[in-house]
């Protein structure tokens, strides 16, 4: 059977190679950070105890669905800039900055993590803006415009939780 020689198509949406690499290495960074935060919220929604067990619960599984939703966006935001998204555990633990949760802490501590991790992935986005901004990237801007703006939202939900 012969095969076709298929010539590799060009990329040309208005921005540098050099810009869309470093776009999607930011992308890369947000997409581990963001799995890490989606692993961790699903844990503590499997495994979280005590008085406030159903709000909890349930406040958790509606942050881990939502995060799992905007996982997809981001890794297709950096398959359009023309690279490939990391997809493994090991990629993920390379890349991320957020530290995985040893063994099951109590519930409070739970909220104190995930307004940690929350935060964590906010700043990730935030830094990622003047790449972006420089290279003109609007829907790049869009995507970090939205999960920053679900984050600080959600870590704000979460401290109220520990206010008196």
Do not use: C
């Not at 964590?120 to 830094?127: G, I």
């Amino acid at each position: 059977m012969k095969t076709k020689n298929v010539k590799a198509v060009t990329l040309d949406i208005g921005i540098s190679e050099a810009d869309r690499k470093a776009i999607a290495a930011g992308l890369s960074k947000l997409l581990a950070d963001s799995y890490t935060l989606y692993l961790m919220t699903h844990n503590f929604h499997w495994n979280v105890t005590g008085p406030q067990f159903n709000s909890l619960h349930n406040m958790f599984m509606t942050q881990y669905t939502e995060q799992w939703n905007a996982l997809d966006v981001i890794a297709e935001r950096i398959r359009a800039l023309g690279f490939p998204a990391p997809g493994t555990y090991k990629e993920f633990a390379r890349l991320a900055s957020i530290e995985e949760v040893d063994g099951v802490p109590k519930a409070p501590e739970m909220i104190r993590l995930l307004i940690s991790a929350q935060e964590t992935v906010a700043r990730t986005a935030r830094a990622l803006f003047p790449v972006v901004d420089s290279a003109n990237d609007q829907p790049t801007a869009d995507v970090l415009t939205q999960r920053i703006d679900v984050h600080e939202k959600t870590a704000w939900m979460l401290r109220s939780l520990l206010e008196e």
